[in-house]
């Protein structure tokens, strides 16, 4: 299996603040990486997919990069409905896994 | 816009078989990948496998001896079998969406306890 590790586990931060979430896959996974965010007892939600592309009706404040193995999300300006934990996802080999979350916490 | 909507038993007994079936509402179940995916309380998310429109299915090799999934294109639902179950099956089970590289929808998910 391919295994995700991203960084940090948790992050404080705030209001207005740039965020840079990390995930590195233990192999290459060429741009086949999606990003979720998921709030206390509500399902993910995609935020990016193919590594870079928002989905819509994502804000354009969320944007992502990498390929390979090394990936980013990055929120330029951290708002109020953004403290949540964040996933990642390789989808270029089953079985597909995800990353082991990012809590972002207010400062 | 599309909909999922998990049903089935809150409650199983360990060494059971938990049957979970996910409806889709607000578009077709043909042409897509439909996938579960579990997160024990507190921890990450744990992809269980896809069933195609088709019926194909794919499923996690640390779980293929005891899933299987189905779907029902007349009543737009798919479903999934877990046996042998034990109190490490406990999660919040999610259906969803499953397009190329992502999961675009989700089902709001259902607690799955296992205990006796």
């Known amino acids: 299996d391919i295994q995700m590790t991203q960084s940090p586990s948790s992050v404080s931060a705030s209001v207005g603040d740039r965020v840079t979430i990390t995930c590195r896959a233990s192999q290459g996974i060429r741009s086949w990486l999606a990003w979720y965010q998921q709030k206390p007892g509500k399902a993910p939600k995609l935020l990016i997919y193919t590594a870079s592309t928002l989905q819509s009706g994502v804000p354009s404040r969320f944007s992502g990069s990498g390929s390979g193995t090394d990936f980013t999300l990055t929120i330029s300006s951290l708002q109020p409905e953004d403290f949540a934990t964040y996933y990642c996802q390789q989808a270029n080999t089953f079985p597909l896994t995800f990353g082991g979350g990012t809590k972002v916490e207010i400062k | 816009q599309v909909h999922l909507q998990e049903s089935g038993p809150g409650l199983v007994k360990p060494s059971e078989t938990l049957s979970l079936t996910c409806t889709v509402s607000g578009g077709s179940i043909s042409n897509y990948y439909w996938s579960w995916i579990r997160q024990p309380p507190g921890k990450g998310l744990e992809w269980i496998g896809f069933?195609?429109?088709?019926?194909?299915?794919n499923y996690n090799p640390s779980l293929r001896s005891r899933v299987t999934m189905s779907l029902d294109t007349s009543k737009n639902q798919f479903s999934l079998k877990l046996s042998s179950l034990t109190a490490a099956d406990t999660a919040v089970y999610y259906c969803?969406?499953?397009?190329?590289?992502?999961?675009?929808?989700w089902g709001q998910g259902t607690l799955v306890t296992v205990s006796s």
């Open positions: 069933v195609y429109y088709s019926g194909t299915t």
């Open positions: 969803a969406r499953h397009r190329s590289d992502q999961f675009e929808y």
